[in-house]
Structures are given as structure tokens and as C-alpha cells.
């Protein structure tokens, strides 16, 4: 299976901030902003701006001089000692960020062995998860989240997952129809977000932005009640911008 990976804005401000984390972690003793302008090649004002989100997320802090240094979550997170479990509580630390801040259920997915997974997801009383009424492994060409990790594989990988599983109707939106679905997915650009209106389930939309990191294939998705659709595209907007600290988490 190939990938069919082109580089999403997120990808890039995990790029750069990767660059930051790098410059800042040579220097022990601690590093101006000004020195990291110099080092990076970015501008202020992007740099001013991953800054502030890696400190929000713990991986630099700022010490009394004003210089920054490498902050607890870098140093758990690079730690190969219980580094699974500290990528997992991070991950999940930002999810539940993301979830406060959208209103919405949030999902990390991923194309494992050839089948859909949701790794982790955050929900709440007010933010309640999809109701996995179909096993989302034999549903992917109904959700936001399985075509925006079936968009992330080449032809051949797609038509692989499809021969394996029947592309059923769920509702009266589902795409059932192969050759439909695979020109849809390759029509649409890397940046836009996949979408489900109601092509899972009657009552809910989705949405679903890849996070694609090295040979990995994932995607971050939200959902959100039919009563609340007039939110979604802010809500995928919100979700876009929070894709680079999910994305600089798993690279790190």
C-alpha cells in the first residue's frame, strides 16, 4: 500500500514547530526569541505563534530571563522509558482541549492493517460520541473519517479496502456506488475536510481532517447533532488548527 501524501497546513506548522523544539533543545541553558528567529528562518510572527502553542501544550516554557527551555511534556515524551502511555495521555490531554473548545466529540482514527481504528476520541454529556451503530471498519465509505483515510491511500490501496468491504447503504445519503466514491475521493484536495451529512447516521454530520505522519495514516474528525449543523464549518475550521499540536505530538 502507498501513500498518497501531500502536506496540509498543519503538517507544515508541525514542521516548523518541530524545527523550534529542535533549536530550543540544544540549547540547555536556554534561547532567545530572537536567537530562534535567527536559527528557524521564520518570521516573528510565525514564530510568535508556534511559541505560544508550544508552551500552551508543555513542550517549551519560558524562564525569567525571557529565554526558553525544553518544558515537561517534551522531556516525558522523548523519555523512551513508558513513552507509549505518555503519548497517549498527551494525546488525550488535547483532545479533551479540543472537545471543550469546539463543542463537539473529537476522534483520532487510523488505517491500521488495513482496517479503520479509532485510537482515542474525548466526548461528554454535552459532546456525545457517534453511536457506532455499524462497525466503522465496514463503514468507511460512509463516514468522514474512513474517506478521509481512504483519500490518504493510492488507487490500489482504496479499491483493496473496498473489495473487502461491501459498501452498504446506511441511510438514504449513503454513496454505494465504487466508482462514485473512489472519483470523489480522488477529486478532492488534501485540504479540504471530508465530510458525512448524515451518510452514517440519520441525525449526525461529521467532519474529518487527515493527520498523516511519516508512513502512518490517520485523521482527526469531530461530530456534531443535526440540530447543531450550522456549526460545522466553524467547528472544522477549529479542528483544522488544532490538527498541528496532535500532528507535532506523534512526530515528536
Not at 528562518?41 to 501544550?57: I, N
Not at 473548545?101 to 479503520?116: K, L, M, P
Request: with cysteine; glycine share 6%; aromatic share 4%.
Amino acid at each position: 500500500m502507498a501513500l498518497k501524501h501531500e502536506p496540509t497546513a498543519p503538517y507544515h506548522s508541525a514542521q516548523d514547530a518541530l524545527r523550534v523544539l529542535e533549536t530550543v533543545a540544544r540549547h540547555t541553558a536556554g534561547v532567545t526569541d530572537v536567537e530562534l528567529a535567527r536559527t528557524t528562518g521564520l518570521a516573528p510572527e510565525r514564530l510568535t505563534a508556534l511559541l505560544r502553542m508550544l508552551r500552551r501544550e508543555g513542550y517549551v516554557e519560558q524562564v525569567a530571563d525571557g529565554a526558553y527551555v525544553t518544558g515537561a511534556a517534551l522531556t516525558r515524551l522523548s523519555s523512551a522509558h513508558d513513552r507509549d502511555e505518555a503519548l497517549r495521555d498527551k494525546l488525550q490531554d488535547t483532545l479533551d482541549e479540543l472537545r471543550d473548545s469546539i463543542g463537539a466529540a473529537v476522534y483520532i482514527s487510523r488505517y491500521v492493517d488495513g482496517e479503520v481504528t479509532i485510537a482515542q476520541y474525548a466526548d461528554g454529556p454535552a459532546t456525545p460520541a457517534v453511536n457506532e451503530w455499524v462497525d466503522f471498519r465496514s463503514s468507511a465509505h460512509a463516514t468522514a473519517l474512513g474517506k478521509s483515510l481512504l483519500s490518504q491511500l493510492d488507487h490500489n490501496g482504496r479499491r483493496d479496502h473496498l473489495s473487502r468491504h461491501r459498501m452498504t447503504r446506511l441511510t438514504s445519503r449513503t454513496i454505494t456506488n465504487d466508482k462514485l466514491l473512489l472519483s470523489r475521493l480522488e477529486a478532492q484536495p488534501p485540504t479540504v475536510p471530508h465530510l458525512d451529512l448524515q451518510e452514517y447516521a440519520v441525525g449526525t454530520v461529521c467532519a474529518a481532517v487527515p493527520i498523516t505522519a511519516g508512513s502512518s495514516v490517520g485523521c482527526l474528525a469531530l461530530s456534531l447533532p443535526l440540530d447543531q449543523a450550522h456549526r460545522l464549518r466553524q467547528a472544522t475550521d477549529r479542528l483544522n488548527r488544532g490538527a498541528a499540536p496532535v500532528l507535532l505530538s506523534l512526530a515528536i
